[in-house]
């Protein structure tokens, strides 16, 4: 999902991932809400492997991205006694309209995920998240097209909303999560509208509609199988994550005249739009 940008970083969420996908929001209230989802620095756009990761490698698509932005991870990397930043180049966000974005991502192999080439990507995808920061973000947005989620949301980012906004999204902090080989069911018929962005189309929004209760299964980064039970706002970040997989984007799925930018973002839902909130 989207970015949660701290004030200091001009705090609206879901526009775009690392810095430079940020544009500058008129709107002061707008910033002040963090929504979700994820990004990249500097990548090749990837084409879906040719054969198992263990023989080979992603191809190229002879679309090269590259940045000179850099970030480092929570503790920070330091290099010999005199305190110097190691710089660490990320992959920059995917874009809307690129093939990977719109294509069904490839399972890992089970026997592949302990490899030093799939923990590598789990680790960037991390630091695009947090250095974001967002609260969601899927392989296939820094242009690997693989099925990998990671998600997180603290009660920092949470604190930039209003509370009343939180309970409304039933929004609660979660600990990191990293799913590979997700599969997502809906725990009932129960649904909710609310706003949602990517950072993969910047500076819009448009409300969707997402199931209440979810139930994911998959593998954890160490090759152990997982599930994982959410409701609220954790769900929502599931479904929107784990469609990225499927070669979904949210304007997809959107509601008919919601679609707006953040600019416009608390100006009234045209006539005849149900009201956001549960269903």
């Known amino acids: 999902m989207e970015s949660v940008h701290r004030f200091s970083q001009r705090l609206f969420p879901i526009s775009s991932l690392p810095d430079k996908c940020f544009k500058t929001c008129k709107s002061s209230t707008i910033l002040k809400y963090p929504i979700f989802f994820l990004g990249s620095h500097s990548c090749n756009v990837l084409q879906q492997p040719t054969g198992p990761l263990s023989s080979g490698r992603f191809i190229s698509n002879n679309r090269t991205y590259r940045s000179t932005s850099t970030t480092r991870r929570a503790g920070g990397w330091f290099l010999g006694l005199g305190g110097k930043k190691k710089e660490v180049m990320l992959p920059d966000i995917v874009k809307a309209g690129d093939p ?19 923990q590598k990507i789990i680790d960037d995808m991390i630091m695009v998240l947090r250095k974001a920061p967002g609260v969601g973000l899927a392989a296939p947005q820094i242009g690997i097209p693989l ?41 009932n018929d129960k649904t909710a509208l609310f706003f949602e962005g990517c950072l993969s189309v910047d500076g819009f929004r448009a409300v969707v509609e997402r199931h209440l209760d979810v139930e994911v299964t998959g593998f954890g980064r160490d ?57």
């Open 100 to 118: 990977v974005l719109h294509e069904a991502a490839q399972e890992v192999p089970v026997d592949e995920i302990g490899s030093d080439k799939i």
């Open 223 to 279: 090759g152990s199988p997982i599930r994982v039970d959410a409701s609220g706002w954790q769900a929502r970040i599931l479904q929107h994550e784990c469609d990225h997989l499927d070669g979904t984007i949210y304007v997809d799925k959107l509601v008919p005249r919601t679609f707006r930018t953040v600019e416009n973002l608390n100006l009234p839902l045209p006539n005849g739009c149900h009201k956001l909130g549960v269903r």
């Open 147 to 187: 099925k990998i989620i990671v998600l997180e949301d603290t009660k920092e980012y949470i604190s930039y909303a209003p509370k009343e906004e939180n309970e409304a999204r039933d929004r609660r902090p979660f600990e990191l999560l990293v799913i590979l080989n997700p599969k997502l069911k809906k725990k």
